[in-house]
């Protein structure tokens, strides 16, 4: 199947500082990418889908501001956490979406590995 | 709307015993389907999905699951649980252009 890399994996900052997540499709092109955050024990929670050219879609409650989405190239999609505070420490994921059929659905997502992001 | 509903957030079993993490969804169409395990610090890895054809789907490591549409429902099944398949189970729904997710069930399995 496909493979989808997120860099770093895992990444401890300072509060107040910003932390940039790359996410990058390996062996396929995605127009669109979608990032999520989990807390532990949790499910995932969409925050935004990333669209290659375009602005992304951010779902309710999630700030812009505080988390930049840039996705520049039909491979990679960047989240920038501005101004890290310690409640921004948790687990974010990247996927990407496989082609989608008549009916409009995707088949699949791949899943990145996951970065862990601690703000002391 | 639709929502993914799995029943159970820790399941345990005892090694070699029977696997079984139930998921129901509510759409007003059939969505597509989708188990996905998930080991600690890392991302998701699908086990399984049904899209269309036959109802009984077969994933990796001896996992399978059927898609009752008059139950709506897609539990996961495994005959015999093995100590490597501790870790949390995902249920999803692809429909539209969106992805849905269930809570996540963690399996505990003991030795």
């Known amino acids: 199947g496909a493979v989808v890399s997120q860099h770093p994996s895992r990444v401890i900052c300072k509060s107040g500082t910003s932390v940039k997540i790359e996410c990058r499709s390996l062996?396929?092109?995605?127009?669109?990418m979608f990032w999520y955050r989990q807390f532990p024990k949790q499910s995932l929670m969409l925050m935004a889908t990333?669209?290659?050219?375009?602005?992304?879609?951010?779902e309710q409650g999630v700030e812009k501001d505080k988390f930049l989405i840039n996705h520049a190239s039909l491979t990679l999609s960047t989240l920038t956490v501005t101004s890290a505070h310690p409640e921004d420490s948790s687990f974010y994921i990247c996927?990407?979406?496989?082609?989608?059929?008549?009916?409009?659905?995707?088949?699949?997502?791949?899943f990145g590995p996951g970065t862990r992001l601690t703000v002391l | 709307a639709q929502s993914v509903t799995q029943l159970g957030s820790h399941v345990s079993v005892s090694e070699g015993a029977l696997v079984l993490l139930r998921c129901n969804y509510s759409?007003?169409?059939?969505?597509?389907l989708f188990w996905y395990v998930q080991y600690p610090n890392q991302g998701l890895q699908l086990l399984l999905k049904?899209?269309?054809?036959?109802?009984l789907v077969k994933g990796i490591n001896g996992f399978e699951a059927e898609f009752k549409k008059s139950e709506t429902s897609f539990h996961l099944t495994k005959p015999s649980a093995h100590m490597s398949d501790a870790a949390e189970y995902f249920c999803?729904?692809?429909?539209?252009?969106?992805?849905?997710f269930g809570t996540g069930t963690s399996l505990t399995v003991i030795p």
């Open positions: 062996d396929f092109q995605a127009t669109t």
């Open positions: 996927s990407a979406p496989s082609g989608t059929s008549v009916r409009g659905s995707y088949n699949e997502q791949f």
């Open positions: 759409s007003s169409v059939p969505p597509y």
């Open positions: 049904y899209t269309t054809g036959a109802t």
């Open positions: 999803a729904v692809s429909l539209g252009n969106q992805f849905y």
């Open positions: 990333s669209n290659e050219g375009s602005k992304a879609t951010y």
